[in-house]
């Protein structure tokens, strides 16, 4: 059976994976009428850079028995760059091929509510609705997983011995992802439509490199304690996101310098 604390983690993390973007998107956009495009592009990118092309490499490298996955070091370096390049290299072409014609910074936030948006719904909301189906159906039957084919009856095993709690940090470890995305995006958006910031470019890499480490020790089982793991990395995307913050005022404060000097032109 799927105790109702289980199920109040699994409706938790669906419903922030799915609405804590979305209210964002909305917000963000009623707040500055940053085009929904910028969104749309930046979930697009997402799946096709990190989803298809990434994973395309993964197959071609991850191989049992290869060089890095049994060489830890290697593991933790490829999994590290192979994650940030994709993603920001994503953010790259986004911004510079598919909305050259938005330059305004607003545009870099709503680009990455798209893209952590996608990642929310591929990464979490699928699965937590499919851990919702199977825990009514568990539930309907007793806890007899029988009823369920077989290829599910593992899957009914493990949710069923998962504590509420790890069921809802799913939820938390979204809006941190979000945020995250959020601020990377600012940092690309600099790189790319500001003249002399290219280096935020392989900055971004580099701190979305960094906080993947956690992840990449939690799944080798050198970091063991989930709720450890989603501490360091909150904190890791704290430290991104206060530079990311501190860009775009700076942008803000830049174009305001601008408007004057435009003004006492066109006089």
């Not at 159906?137 to 599910?152: I, P, Q, T, W």
Request: aromatic content about 10%.
């Amino acid at each position: 059976m799927i105790s109702n604390l289980q199920l109040l983690g699994i409706f938790f993390s669906l419903a922030v994976s799915v609405g804590f973007p979305l209210t964002l998107l909305l917000v963000w956009r009623r707040k500055t009428r940053a085009p929904f495009s910028a969104a749309a592009v930046g979930a697009a990118m997402f799946f096709l850079f990190a989803m298809v092309l990434e994973q395309l490499l993964h197959h071609a490298v991850l191989r049992p028995g290869g060089y890095i996955l049994t060489h830890p070091w290697a593991y933790i370096l490829y999994g590290t760059l192979a994650a940030g390049i994709f993603e920001e290299t994503g953010r790259l072409v986004g911004f510079r091929f598919l909305l050259r014609k938005h330059s305004g910074k607003e545009t870099g936030v709503m680009y990455g509510i798209g893209h952590g948006g996608m990642e929310a719904l591929l990464v979490c909301a699928l699965n937590m609705a499919l851990d919702l189906v199977l825990a009514f159906r568990l539930n309907a039957a007793g806890g007899d997983a029988s009823v369920l084919s077989a290829g599910y009856q593992t899957l009914a095993a493990s949710l069923q011995t998962t504590p509420a709690g790890l069921l809802a940090v799913s939820g938390v470890e979204r809006v941190i992802a979000v945020c995250f995305h959020i601020a990377l995006s600012v940092l690309v958006f600099e790189a790319v439509k500001r003249p002399g910031k290219l280096w935020l470019y392989p900055a971004a890499i580099l701190l979305h490199a960094g906080l993947d480490v956690f992840a990449t020790l939690y799944q080798l089982g050198i970091l063991k304690n989930i709720y450890a793991l989603e501490g360091l990395i909150a904190l890791a995307a704290l430290a991104v996101c206060l530079p990311a913050c501190r860009v775009y005022r700076l942008d803000r404060a830049e174009e305001k310098m601008e408007i004057p000097e435009e003004s006492a032109e066109n006089g």
